[in-house]
């Protein structure tokens, strides 16, 4: 099995997107002021999430010529990628949902930020639990230590960019946060 840059960048936009959403949905559970930060991590996580896993499909060959092959992986649960797609799929759903709910001036019901919030985890550590399952080929690929360090990776990159846009986009609401 041979991983180019393609799937490099899907783990790195699948991270930044799951850690958007997760500061997102943080900062709307403790920081109601903080609507614009909100705004921009919903808007960067389906986008960043999506174009990660576009890469995935053109990487894994099926691309835009057979997208529904994808949907063939869910007929094999003992399969790690069968419930990455489970994941993928249902946090696309979510992070499209609040982001519709934001953009309609509305408050996301704390129910869809927590599930989101758990999806988004769920979307970090999966990509290294991926790698941890080719631990055979790559001992260093420590199963137990790969989900924690990528959910880390996330939080990290995600958060980086949603402050990065909010300062560019809302410095007033930036510069009020207690950072």
Known sequence: MVWDGLIACYLFLAGLGAGAFALAALAGLTRPEAAKLRTIGYIIAPIAVGAGTVLLMVDAKAGLMNPLRFFGLLANFSSVMAWGVVILIAFMAVSIAALVIMLAKKRTPKALDIAGMALAVCVAA??????????????????????????????????????????????????????
């Open 126 to 179: 999966y990509t290294g639990v991926l790698l941890g399952d080719a631990g055979l080929a790559f001992p260093l690929w420590n199963m137990a230590v790969l989900p924690v360090l990528f959910a880390v990776s996330a939080a990290s990159t995600g958060i980086a960019a949603v402050l990065l846009a909010t300062r560019i986009a809302a410095p007033e609401e930036a510069g009020a946060l207690p950072l």
